[in-house]
């Protein structure tokens, strides 16, 4: 979250949720693992990195108190802003990949306003198809169903699978 939040972009917790899971999405598309390994949860305004969400409304996650967080988070009606980062980021806890897909990330979507980001992540696979099964307001979305939808997929499923047990 920090990384984003020092691009010069307009970041609320919807944005910076939405990018990450973009973000996330396509790495894992691309280089076989997500940047955050944030779990994922379908909710009706779209995909939510939950654990960045949680940490985002002022709720302690994984023994990270908000108060904590390396930029300063402002109340606006119901929406929380997020501003004027404390600190630069340690670029040695991050791959290239990483630093690539985020940059192209923001890049490509950044701008984007609430609207075009909603639409957007409502069409993806991984969403819809959570969205369509849930049992609460908030079911989780499997990583593999992120993967692009092609011949390729069942394989990298079991190869992604077979990794992740040892994580």
Do not use: C
Not at 72 to 82: A, F, L, Q
Not at 90 to 98: C, E, L, M
């Amino acid at each position: 979250m920090l990384y984003l939040s020092l691009k010069e972009i307009a970041l609320d917790q919807y944005k910076m949720v939405k990018l990450l899971y973009l973000a996330d999405r396509e790495h894992l598309r691309r280089f076989g693992r997500p940047i955050t390994f944030d779990k994922y949860v379908a909710m009706p305004f779209g995909p939510v990195a939950s654990s960045a969400f949680d940490l985002l409304k002022g709720n302690k996650v994984l023994g990270i108190d908000p108060s904590d967080l390396p930029f300063d988070m402002r109340k606006h009606d119901k929406i929380v802003v997020i501003e004027h980062p404390k600190r630069e980021i340690d670029r040695s806890i991050f791959s290239k990949s990483d630093l690539m897909v985020l940059d192209q990330t923001v890049e490509k979507y950044g701008n984007m306003s609430f609207d075009q980001l909603y639409q957007l992540t409502h069409d993806h696979f991984a969403y819809d198809r959570a969205w369509k099964s849930r049992k609460t307001k908030a079911d989780e979305m499997r990583f593999e169903d992120f993967l692009a939808e092609d011949a390729s997929k069942e394989s990298r499923v079991s190869d992604l699978s077979f990794t992740s047990k040892a994580m």
